[in-house]
């Protein structure tokens, strides 16, 4: 018989049932894979869409089929949330709007889903005496404070000035025009809340900072699994650039850095939390990698190598191309300019030493094959593993046959030509009722 599991202080760990709401978006979709082939918690899986998560319902016949259940709601109008919460052991809070295109376009959606719709998953946990594990976002800390020093100043080499801190660094947003920070802000809000109610009313909860967590199932590739106009965060837009042979847009001349993290790291880091709550009850947790920073300008030229390593194509002559973040966004866009998680914290509480050990900044980037449209085309894409020394060091040797890039790039050329169908549509003069009557 297999042992039974233990948390980090030896007693064994008891099966869980975990509300999860927003389970079917990136990190929701890795974290239930997680918990069903590895624990015995069950999962009762919020979200409006199911498509990321359905690989682990259907078919019915699988292993941990009585273990995981999709509840198909709009957490905005559902009476059933209660009931599902209180349902539960654990509430794990991961619904948001999300997409950095979105904040100074859609700020008023952000606004509701980052914190309006939080309010209710909040109290009810605090009523029916729930814990709490509540995502919010690195984005909580803005800009650091070195950014405003002098370009020269020594300073701006001081890690006081830049290494973002649970406990000491502030929260630093632009002026209310810069709608950017609608985000941050009400993700800010969200955070004192949640705080407020364990001070006042004992509620139990962890409170996640994730740092650019990145890999498969993240975001869309715009015009094949997202809307055509569409902007995801970073990676997405250079994957699908490359995909189509045009030149990366670098914002604002792609000086913003970022730390980036393989999103199944992060998700070990998350699992401890799930299962030791009396090291990460009443914590607020930076996750993120403070050893993998790149500029963002670092990561194109990055991307364009790999990309053009898997591919067999020659990189384009002039491979990026500078932009303004207004033409690129619109009004009201800002930036972070650097964010390094401090993982003090983190790892006093969990031990979670596994996100401190530096690695290769290809481990995450390599993974073009992350960002493929389709499910078929994502399978055929084999990864390897290689241990150098005593750091795991990943290469990822993507096995992108001729095969699935030229159906790749055959989609994508179906994708120019609807949108050049629909642009002359749209430019044809509208034909109504009596001109047809006239004909
Ligand atoms: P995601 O967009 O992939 O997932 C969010 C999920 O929430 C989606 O599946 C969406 O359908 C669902 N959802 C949103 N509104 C809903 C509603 N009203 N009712 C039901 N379901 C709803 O995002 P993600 O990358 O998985 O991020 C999850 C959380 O982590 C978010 O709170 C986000 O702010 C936070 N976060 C993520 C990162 C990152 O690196 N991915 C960084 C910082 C913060
Ligand atoms: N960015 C860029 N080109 C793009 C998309 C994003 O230069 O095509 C920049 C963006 O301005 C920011 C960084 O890349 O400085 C990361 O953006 P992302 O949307 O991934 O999210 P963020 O880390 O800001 O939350």
Redesign the pocket.
Known sequence: MASARVDLDGNPIKPLTICM????????SHLCEKLMAETQHKVLA????SD?IKHLFEPSSLPWADRIQFHR????NDSRLEGLIRMADLII???????PADYNTRPLDTIY??FI?ALPIIKYCSENGKRLIH?????VYGKTIGCFLPKDSPLRQDPAYYVLSEDSSPCIFGPIEKQRWS?ACA?QLVERLIYAEGAENGLEFTI???????GPR??FIPGIDGPSEGVPRVLACFSNNLLRREPLKLVDGGESQRTFVYIKDAIEAVHLMIENPSRANGQIFNVGNPNNEVTVRQLAEMMTQVYSKVSGEPPLDAPTIDISSKEFYGEGYDDSDKRIPDMTIINRQLGSVLLLEPKDITVGLARVDSYLPTPDVRRSCKEGYLKTGNDLRIVYTINLTVFPVKALVNMLKQDQKRKKVAQRRAKRPVVSCNTLGQL
Do not use: H, Q
């Open positions: 709401i927003g389970a079917g978006g990136f990190i929701g919020v979200d409006v869409y990321k709601l709009n957490i905005k809070n991961l619904a948001a709007i999300c997409t889903s980052n719709d995502f919010s976002t690195c984005e985000y993700k996640v900072r994730p740092f650019n967590w990145i993240m975001d």
